[in-house]
């Protein structure tokens, strides 16, 4: 069986950012506009009143600080609520494809490769903004990749789920340098008149190299020694929106078109799911919890992340340990594990162990464990 290794990673940061008080400015704007609009409503009983947000509370619920944006503009603009983004021509470049080049680029220098030696390109996000032609191809045909392409969509473990194809690709035959690429283009799918949800997400690009060690050049190479991905359906995690909605033009444009989640079903069902995942693995492959100088976690919500994370390791654990990004870049879908791998993997040394896990909608959950070469 071949030998697979990570080689490279990159990272696109958006140009704007989008604080905590900005958002809750322009909400607590639309909740006064709201309640005025329907006080009559409101007072017969007919229709509840908003309720107003805070920084303190998003932050207590999430740990999110701000977020990043590809279009700001609109987002701020109580009559209008989300980013006003202009369509495109198309023979130009996709905005997806735009940002998903840039992280693209990092990857491969850090791997000491070139677009050309990439045989096969997945892009693998929790949204495309099309159908067809697939992104990855719009990607390989700009950067000049060789091979195939292809998107695919698993939520939030799209990321973890496309280095394992990547890997099982490498292993039998089909592929000798994958390029996966995250594109989380989330910002237009944000309901942001949505109290519970108006600040979760933001936008961002990741990618990694994945090939054969052998071919490996890179000096910051990790070997994946172990991989494992699991679904489980369920609708408490949803975004309805698709071609199809069109169709039903009373409903073409509803709230459950965007994202929407009953957080607290989340909360207690997944979670049970990613201890019985982990525990398998590790149990399978004979590695103790304490043997990881690092988990590159899914970037949700702070809370998971320490439910999960003293779970592994118990209460004394170092920020170092289980590192936090989402503070700054908020849930950016599939992205935010590897923003995490990105950013803390330079201090490893060969025979480190790291773990790299996902869990969401899906609910689907994706691990891989990775040894510094």
Not at 38 to 63: D, P, Q, R, V, W
Not at 150 to 160: I, P
Not at 167 to 187: D, H, K, W
Request: hydrophobic share 40%; net charge negative; glycine share 6%.
């Amino acid at each position: 069986m071949n030998k697979v290794v990570i080689s490279g990673s990159g990272l696109y940061t958006p140009p704007y950012s989008v604080s905590n008080d900005e958002l809750v400015n322009c909400y607590n704007s639309y909740v006064d506009q709201f309640n005025q609009q329907n006080a009559a409503e409101i007072e017969a009983g007919n229709t509840h009143a908003l309720a107003y947000s805070s920084s303190e509370f998003i932050e207590k619920a999430s740990g999110i600080k701000s977020r990043y944006v590809m279009v700001k503009d609109g987002i701020l603009d109580t009559n209008i609520m989300m980013p006003l983004i202009a369509d495109r021509p198309s023979e130009s470049l996709s905005m997806q494809a735009e940002m998903g080049i840039e992280a693209a680029n990092q990857a491969l220098q850090q791997a000491n490769l070139t677009a050309e030696d990439i045989d096969l390109v997945i892009v693998a996000c929790a949204y495309t903004q099309r159908a067809y032609p697939a992104i990855a191809i719009e990607i390989q045909q700009a950067m000049g990749t060789k091979g195939f392409a292809y998107d695919m969509l698993v939520a939030c473990s799209s990321a973890t789920f496309a280095i394992v194809n990547a890997v099982n690709a490498i292993r039998g035959g089909t592929a000798n340098r994958v390029l996966v690429i995250n594109p989380e283009l989330t910002s237009p799918q944000i309901n942001f008149r949505d109290r519970d949800s108006h600040f979760i997400f933001g936008d961002v690009a990741t990618a990694v190299v994945v090939e054969r060690a052998e071919l490996s050049t890179s000096t910051n190479a990790f070997s994946v020694l172990s991989t494992r991905c699991v679904t489980e359906y369920s609708s408490n995690i949803r975004s309805n929106f698709g071609f199809v909605n069109r169709c039903d033009p009373e409903n073409a444009t509803t709230s459950d078109k965007l994202f929407h989640q009953q957080g607290r079903k989340v909360f207690k069902e997944l979670l049970p799911m990613i201890y019985q995942h982990l525990d398998a693995q590790f149990t399978d492959e004979q590695i103790k919890p304490e043997e990881f100088k690092r988990l590159w976690l899914h970037q949700a919500n702070i809370n998971m992340n320490l439910f999960v994370v003293k779970k592994l390791l118990g209460d004394n654990v170092e920020p170092t340990q289980a590192p936090i990004v989402l503070d700054e870049y908020a849930n950016t879908a599939s992205a935010g594990s590897v923003i995490a791998f990105h950013k803390f993997n330079q201090d490893f040394k060969t025979g480190d162990l790291g773990l790299l896990c996902s869990f969401g909608a899906g609910y689907s959950i994706g691990s891989i464990v990775l040894e510094k070469c």
